[in-house]
């Protein structure tokens, strides 16, 4: 389950990334996220899952496609020339790029180490456990996040509406 889970993840992620259509990128971000949702389930962890799909594919991606349809920026782009010889080089500069994550992660002490540790099963998250912990421990980070979201609404309407 979670070599699916993380296929679908990385592929529809990678899919997006290269999609030309906003639109179509979009639907992309939903598998995304339902991937993300699946690998927490596979955590213990179905509380981050359900807020996973209910925030993130629910509310997050509904508002991006209705900013992305009210400012038009669904309109194709016109066609420019390939430049071939950027293509290569960011492809060769990929593939060095991973081959040596590759061989740093493989020589990793801290990699060596989990490989010789237990495996310890933890707890699943009640949602009880995250809403304490949330308004104890990190409720000025809920209030300034929420401060945040007001401040970008109100910004994104002035910038749709000319006439307040």
């Known amino acids: 389950?979670?070599?699916?889970?993380?296929?679908?993840?990385?592929?529809?992620?990678?899919?997006m990334a290269f999609q030309k259509n906003v639109i179509v990128a979009g639907l992309f971000l939903v598998a995304t996220f339902i991937g993300v949702?699946?690998?927490f389930i596979?955590?213990?962890?179905p509380v981050s899952a359900a807020l996973q799909i209910i925030v993130y594919a629910g509310a997050i991606l509904v508002l991006l496609l209705f900013v992305i349809m009210m400012l038009n920026a669904h309109e194709e782009e016109p066609?420019?020339?390939?430049?071939?010889?950027?293509?290569?080089?960011?492809l060769g500069l990929g593939i060095v790029l991973i081959g040596g994550s590759i061989i740093l992660i493989r020589q990793s002490q801290l990699l060596q180490s989990l490989s010789e540790q237990q495996v310890h099963h933890i707890a699943p998250v009640s949602l009880n456990q995250m809403g304490a912990e949330m308004m104890t421990n990190h409720v000025i980070s809920f209030?300034?996040?929420?401060?945040?979201?007001?401040?970008?609404?109100?910004?994104?309407?002035?910038?749709v509406k000319k006439r307040l």
């Open 42 to 45: 596979l955590l213990s962890n």
């Open 143 to 159: 209030e300034i996040i929420g401060l945040l979201l007001l401040v970008s609404m109100i910004g994104a309407i002035s910038l």
């Open 37 to 39: 949702a699946g690998l």
């Open 79 to 90: 066609a420019q020339d390939d430049l071939y010889f950027q293509r290569y080089i960011a």
């Open 1 to 15: 389950m979670f070599l699916a889970f993380a296929l679908l993840t990385i592929g529809s992620a990678l899919a």
